[in-house]
């Protein structure tokens, strides 16, 4: 696929104004960005690498990094699967309440978290609409690990779907149409014409689902109970670790989320530079 021709790059050489905003907007990330990330290692680090570890093995931080891991692990197939099914709908097909539907969808980003835990609670909890009759079935969605995994799924729902959707609006039909009339059935002209044209974008939006799954706090910290070692996730165990005084052990937490924060920008990074390459 042939891209559009790009503008030719203008250099700074010459202009003072631009190389001013240039390095202005350098240190104002220097300042804002950087700086925050490069704290959080040093103090994570700042009473040595046996302190940092132990930290990090502690029996209530392993149970935190491993149930963030179970959500992320649970939220992000689903995400997936329900992100690439919805582009695919709204993109190919018209139908009535088409832009109702995109917009019910992108609703997660809009809405405060904690708000979505409370919602949730309100329907699933105990003096909820379906918490009693869920209950006397033996089911319980409030409180325990459950309600964390469906939350994360919850907010972390657009992510696939946003990335995916305007791709798919641009390419249109026609491959798809072609593949069809030349005797390809509906899951072959997906695996071989509707997914590889979309693929970068599954990724980058796969990158951005599991992140914000890891590093999710409101929604969670309302409807997990927060108990130490069994419904804390690493972001509750930081805020946890940090209210009780023991910052060393809080940052060394936050180390493991910054990192997979950095990761994901390196991934999101390479995929924009596959994607400018492939066109």
Not at 37 to 44: C, D, E, I, P, T
Not at 260 to 277: D, H, N
Request: charged residues 10%; proline residues 5%; neutral net charge.
């Amino acid at each position: 696929m042939s891209g559009a021709p790009r503008s030719p790059r203008v250099p700074l050489t010459g202009h003072p104004g631009r190389l001013a905003l240039v390095v202005a907007g350098a240190g104002a990330a220097g300042m804002l960005i950087t700086l925050p990330l490069a704290a959080v290692f040093y103090y994570a680090l700042r009473d040595g690498l046996a302190a940092y570890w132990s930290h990090l093995v502690a029996p209530d931080t392993l149970h935190a990094i491993g149930l963030s891991l179970l959500a992320a692990g649970i939220a992000l197939p689903v995400n997936t699967v329900f992100g690439l099914a919805a582009a695919w709908t709204l993109a190919k097909f018209e139908f009535p309440g088409r832009r109702l539907l995109i917009s019910l969808i992108e609703l997660p980003l809009s809405i405060s978290p904690i708000i979505i835990g409370v919602a949730y609670l309100f329907v699933f909890g105990m003096q909820g609409y379906l918490g009693p009759w869920l209950d006397d079935h033996g089911v319980r969605l409030a409180f325990n690990v459950a309600s964390i995994v469906v939350v994360t799924t919850i907010v972390t729902s657009p992510y696939v779907f946003r990335e995916v959707l305007p791709l798919m609006l641009t390419q249109g039909r026609q491959e798809e149409q072609a593949s069809i009339m030349l005797g390809a059935g509906g899951w072959q002209t997906f695996w071989r014409v509707t997914l590889p044209n979309v693929k970068w974008a599954v990724i980058y939006g796969v990158c951005l689902s599991f992140a914000r799954s890891l590093g999710e706090f409101g929604s969670v910290a309302v409807v997990s109970g927060g108990v130490r070692g069994e419904t804390n996730t690493m972001t509750l165990q930081i805020d946890l670790l940090y209210h009780d005084r023991v910052q060393t052990a809080a940052f060394a937490v936050a180390s493991i989320l910054t990192s997979i924060a950095l990761v994901t920008l390196v991934l999101k990074t390479w995929v924009e530079c596959r994607e400018i390459s492939s066109d």
